[in-house]
Nanobody, 115 residues
């Protein structure tokens, strides 16, 4: 059973930065793509960024140039570095992994961008 745990959310002013982390129960991130999603109040969950098992990174247009997804060498942590945050980035952020056995989500971490 894959377990994902997000952390690093909080309250930040517009223009500020946060780094989110997604921790896995094993070194599974070396073998599977990992994605970050977010869900704002009253809106559908949307894809934010992803990193493949080979290290290829992709971003939603709304965060391109501001957010960076990365992975540690052990394959146990995936990060989402968020810079130049805007109020519209406010949402619960989720880590997601899919493998042949399931589709796994963390519990989410709240990011609030407000002055």
């Amino acid at each position: 059973q894959v377990q994902l745990v997000e952390s690093g959310g909080g309250l930040v002013q517009p223009g500020g930065s946060l780094r989110l982390s997604c921790a896995a129960s094993g070194s599974i991130f070396m073998f599977n793509a990992v994605n970050w999603y977010r869900q704002a109040p009253g809106k559908e969950r949307e894809w934010v960024a992803g990193i493949s098992s080979g290290g290829v990174r992709n971003y939603a247009d709304s965060v391109l140039g501001r957010f960076t997804i990365s992975r540690d060498d052990a394959g146990k942590l995936v990060y989402l570095q968020m810079n130049s945050l805007k109020p519209e980035d406010t949402a619960v952020y989720y880590c997601n992994l899919r493998d042949p056995y399931g589709n796994y989500w963390g519990q989410g971490t709240q990011v609030t961008v407000s002055s």
